[in-house]
């Protein structure tokens, strides 16, 4: 089955919705073009893992304060 296009960048695809999402960490890697990012977020609802690429300027504002804190250390 073919999902739609996510309307945001950080989503969980099981729950639809981003509501339960925890960002574990962001990279810069050097593979990655320009303003992209590289996130890993879980889902603390059905325990899905997410890590690829997201546009810095496609994140939903709650998740780039939270990208912003891990990148920080
Ligand atoms: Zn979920």
């Known amino acids: 089955m073919i999902q739609d296009e996510t309307k945001h960048p950080i989503w969980c695809n099981g729950c639809d919705t981003d509501t339960h999402i925890f960002i574990e960490g962001a990279r810069n890697p050097h593979w990655a073009p320009a303003g992209a990012l590289d996130v890993a977020y879980f889902c603390a ?15 939903q504002g709650k998740f780039a304060a939270a990208i912003a804190a891990t990148r920080r250390r």
Do not use: I, P
Not at 45 to 59: A, I
């Open 45 to 59: 609802q059905c325990h899905s893992l997410y890590g690829h690429l997201v546009k810095e300027s496609e994140l």
